[in-house]
């Protein structure tokens, strides 16, 4: 039976945090095939804070090009409306065979605001969680019981040292011109100059 992760995300821009938390968790849950699902328009942000959806999803494909168990999907960015976690598991459920059992990976922060996200509860059923945390992250782990109830046991926290790298400081360092080599793939580096991404504060 077939293990897929869907690795949601911004992305805006990716990051080696990214990349490494998603071949980590290819390894650590047995993953055969990873897919990036960078978002269409966040419910929780507003669109002038994120980057074309179309320039983030190039982003992505760009850096994962390299490596032949990730994919991309352009559902979240192809679907009107906003962006639901549940919408694109049940389009992923529908695209694999029965059976195949599906990780959602993303930002610990993220996931820790869950309850809150549209059918929480069918969401729960859907699929497992993994959530990435950054070095000195402290999981408070009797509030996440007390949040989560028995869905506690779905979520699987795990640190990814990589992950001290950050979008938000990609683009700080981009807009007032330090450095941001070594931080993600030269060609997503080449890609934000070459289309004067985070340029000017938005
Ligand atoms: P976010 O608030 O921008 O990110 C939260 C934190 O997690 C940030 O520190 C971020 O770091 C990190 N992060 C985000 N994606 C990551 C990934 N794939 N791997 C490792 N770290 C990651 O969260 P977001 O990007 O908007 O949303 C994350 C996912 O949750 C998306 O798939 C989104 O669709 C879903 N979501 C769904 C709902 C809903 O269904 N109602 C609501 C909110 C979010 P960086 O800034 O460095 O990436």
């Given at each position: 039976?077939?293990?897929?992760?869907?690795?949601?995300?911004?992305?805006?821009?990716?990051?080696?945090?990214?990349?490494?938390?998603?071949?980590?968790?290819?390894?650590?849950?047995?993953?055969?095939?990873?897919v990036?699902?960078?978002?269409?328009?966040?419910?929780?942000k507003?669109?002038?804070?994120?980057?074309?959806?179309?320039?983030?999803?190039?982003?992505?494909?760009?850096?994962?090009?390299?490596?032949?168990h990730?994919?991309?999907s352009s559902?979240?960015?192809?679907?009107?409306?906003?962006?639901?976690?549940?919408?694109?598991?049940r389009?992923?459920?529908?695209?694999?065979?029965?059976?195949?059992?599906?990780?959602?990976?993303?930002?610990?922060?993220?996931?820790?605001?869950?309850t809150?996200?549209?059918?929480?509860?069918v969401?729960?059923q859907?699929?497992e969680?993994?959530?990435?945390?950054?070095?000195g992250?402290?999981?408070?782990?009797?509030?996440?019981?007390?949040?989560?109830?028995?869905?506690?046991s779905?979520?699987?926290?795990?640190?990814?040292?990589?992950?001290?790298?950050?979008?938000?400081d990609?683009?700080?360092?981009?807009?007032?011109?330090?450095?941001?080599?070594?931080?993600?793939?030269?060609?997503?580096?080449?890609y934000?100059?070459?289309?004067?991404?985070?340029?000017?504060?938005?």
């Amino acid at each position: 039976m077939q293990r897929i992760g869907i690795m949601g995300g911004t992305f805006d821009p990716i990051h080696y945090g990214h990349l490494v938390t998603a071949e980590q968790a290819r390894f650590t849950f047995g993953l055969d095939r990873v897919v990036f699902v960078p978002t269409g328009r966040p419910p929780h942000k507003q669109e002038k804070d994120v980057s074309e959806a179309e320039h983030r999803l190039t982003m992505t494909r760009l850096a994962t090009q390299s490596n032949v168990h990730f994919g991309v999907s352009s559902i979240e960015v192809d679907r009107p409306g906003p962006t639901y976690a549940i919408d694109t598991v049940r389009e992923f459920k529908q695209l694999y065979p029965p059976g195949t059992d599906l990780l959602f990976i993303t930002g610990a922060d993220a996931v820790l605001q869950m309850t809150g996200w549209k059918d929480y509860d069918v969401l729960m059923q859907l699929c497992e969680f993994v959530a990435a945390t950054r070095p000195g992250y402290v999981l408070e782990h009797e509030r996440i019981a007390q949040m989560f109830g028995p869905n506690a046991s779905k979520i699987n926290f795990f640190e990814v040292p990589a992950l001290a790298i950050s979008s938000t400081d990609i683009r700080a360092r981009v807009r007032s011109g330090r450095p941001v080599r070594y931080l993600l793939p030269d060609v997503v580096i080449d890609y934000i100059f070459a289309s004067k991404l985070y340029t000017c504060s938005r």
